[in-house]
């Protein structure tokens, strides 16, 4: 089972700055990953996939990039509507798992 | 515009089955190249994947719940299902389903979550 860690648990930032969210595979996942953002009381909604392409409609601020084990996302700016949980999953031959999440907070 | 939607008791008691469906608009389920999945979130904690159908019809279930999961299609309704056996308070959660593109990561297309409860 490939583990997936993010980093921090919880980031704590005011609009307008950069969030930078991390995402470390137990074992190469090669670029078959996603990142998701979920709301309170919503199903999450795709952000990213295979790494570091942007799903439709996601603003040009969302950014991924990694390879292997190790995967960001980067919020470059931070609009009010961005504080969520972000997830990151992967997708194996045939398991998938997600990471923990990371709460993005206003500070 | 594709769309998912789940349906189901929202109440099952401890070792009865649970059973979801989840019914697909805006295009077939029987199209090719297409993962058809369900994940669940307990109540304040994450994601977890429970498995998923490719349209050709092989299954692909988490080991840890393998022994008691069960995914179905009824391409005639254009739905898929969920059964999940011997169900404890542990399986209390939101239950999403979801589609995958073969090749691809991500889960593009969501359900918008049913709250299943286990309990007496």
């Known amino acids: 089972e490939i583990v997936l860690t993010q980093s921090p648990a919880t980031l704590s930032l005011s609009p307008g700055e950069r969030a930078t969210l991390s995402c470390r595979a137990s074992?190469?996942?090669?670029?078959?990953l996603a990142w998701y953002q979920q709301k309170p009381g919503q199903a999450p909604r795709l952000l990213m996939y295979?790494?570091?392409n942007r799903a439709t409609g996601i603003p040009a601020r969302f950014s991924g990039s990694g390879s292997g084990t190790d995967f960001t996302l980067t919020i470059s700016s931070l609009e009010p509507e961005d504080f969520a949980v972000y997830y990151c999953?992967?997708?194996?031959?045939?398991?998938?798992?997600f990471g923990q999440g990371t709460r993005l907070e206003i500070k | 515009q594709l769309q998912l939607q789940e349906s189901g008791p929202g109440l099952v008691k401890p070792s009865e089955t649970l059973s979801l469906t989840c019914s697909v608009s805006?295009?077939?389920?029987?199209?090719?190249?297409?993962?058809w999945g369900w994940i669940r979130q307990p109540p304040g904690k994450g994601l977890e994947w429970i498995g998923s159908?490719?349209?050709?019809?092989?299954?692909y279930y988490n080991p840890s719940l393998k022994s008691r999961v069960m995914i179905s299609v009824d391409t005639s309704k254009n739905q898929f299902s969920l059964k999940l056996s011997s169900v404890t308070a542990a399986d209390t959660a939101v239950y999403y389903c979801?589609?995958?593109?073969?090749?691809?990561?991500?889960?593009?297309?969501w359900g918008q979550g049913t709250l299943v409860t286990v309990s007496s």
């Open positions: 979801a589609r995958r593109e073969d090749g691809y990561s991500a889960f593009d297309y």
């Open positions: 805006g295009g077939s389920i029987n199209r090719s190249s297409y993962y």
């Open positions: 159908r490719y349209y050709s019809g092989s299954t």
């Open positions: 074992q190469s996942v090669s670029n078959y």
């Open positions: 295979d790494a570091s």
């Open positions: 999953q992967q997708r194996g031959y045939w398991f998938i798992t």
